[in-house]
């Protein structure tokens, strides 16, 4: 089967399937337009939290802390991308910078996640902004956890990595940054996605075809995303979901 680098990778897995089918000795796989795909071909499963399943996320976010109120809004944020694509994170001062002008409405808490080996991340956010009210459990949840958290969340933030993807089967809004990948084949499924993405002439510089190995040493593509741009993009999600 030939790979295609012009359509979203959920309609390639979607291809191999289709050539399942395919008459014998067809070449290249698949002869079928990405149009003719069903419209319901892409839907998502929703992944449900109970009563039982929230109540032992705010137990989790409240351990060793004052009572917190669950009346307020939860924005959860991801500053990890993984050692393998490092390239993919949007600077960590422009999420500390971005958590503090956040906190400046008080009815809500800034929760921040990751594997323990991430854990230096979110603690280096900790330390820059020096608010209470941010939930640090990086390297605390496990991944039915990491679910349930985003069902009470209004906002992910998030780098092109798997919590984006994950979040595509709960109810939260997920904000991701692309820059080195394109989102043109990899952004979240779902309709609660909003993209930032600068959309260089020199991105995508990781792909199937260098292995993802990309030569950029400076990736200007996510650091010219402002801070204000953000701010202003996860303040409008968070009134609409006041409305």
């Known amino acids: 089967m030939q790979y295609n680098p012009h359509i979203h990778i959920a309609h390639t897995f979607l291809s191999l399937v289709h050539a399942l089918e395919a008459p014998g000795g067809q070449v290249p796989l698949t002869k079928i337009s990405v149009d003719s795909f069903e419209d319901h071909a892409l839907d998502l499963p929703a992944f449900h939290s109970s009563a039982a399943d929230r109540a032992h996320i705010w137990h989790l976010l409240q351990a060793g802390r004052a009572?917190?109120?669950?009346?307020?809004?939860?924005?959860?944020?991801?500053?990890?991308?993984?050692?393998?694509?490092?390239?993919?994170?949007?600077?960590?001062?422009?999420?500390?910078?971005?958590?503090?002008?956040?906190?400046?409405?008080?009815?809500?808490?800034?929760?921040?996640?990751?594997?323990?080996?991430?854990?230096?991340?979110?603690?280096?956010?900790?330390?820059?902004?020096?608010?209470?009210?941010?939930?640090?459990?990086?390297?605390?949840?496990?991944?039915?956890?990491?679910?349930?958290?985003?069902?009470?969340?209004?906002?992910?933030?998030?780098?092109?990595?798997?919590?984006?993807?994950?979040?595509?089967?709960?109810?939260?809004?997920?904000?991701?940054?692309?820059?080195?990948?394109t989102p043109k084949l990899y952004r979240p499924l779902g309709k609660n996605c909003t993209v930032l993405y600068a959309n260089y002439?020199?991105?995508?510089?990781?792909?199937?075809?260098?292995?993802?190995r990309s030569p950029c040493q400076d990736n200007v593509c996510l650091q010219t995303i402002r801070v204000d741009e953000v701010y202003c993009t996860v303040r409008a999600i968070l009134e609409q979901h006041k409305a």
């Open 67 to 181: 009572p917190l109120d669950a009346k307020k809004q939860l924005v959860i944020v991801n500053p990890n991308a993984s050692t393998w694509i490092s390239i993919r994170k949007w600077p960590l001062d422009n999420y500390a910078a971005l958590v503090k002008r956040l906190l400046t409405d008080t009815e809500l808490y800034v929760v921040l996640i990751g594997v323990a080996a991430e854990k230096p991340d979110a603690d280096y956010i900790c330390h820059a902004v020096q608010d209470e009210r941010v939930l640090n459990i990086a390297g605390k949840t496990t991944f039915p956890n990491l679910l349930h958290l985003f069902n009470l969340g209004t906002v992910l933030i998030t780098n092109d990595s798997g919590p984006a993807h994950f979040a595509a089967l709960t109810t939260i809004h997920t904000v991701v940054f692309f820059g080195p990948e």
């Open 201 to 212: 002439a020199c991105s995508p510089c990781v792909s199937a075809y260098n292995q993802r």
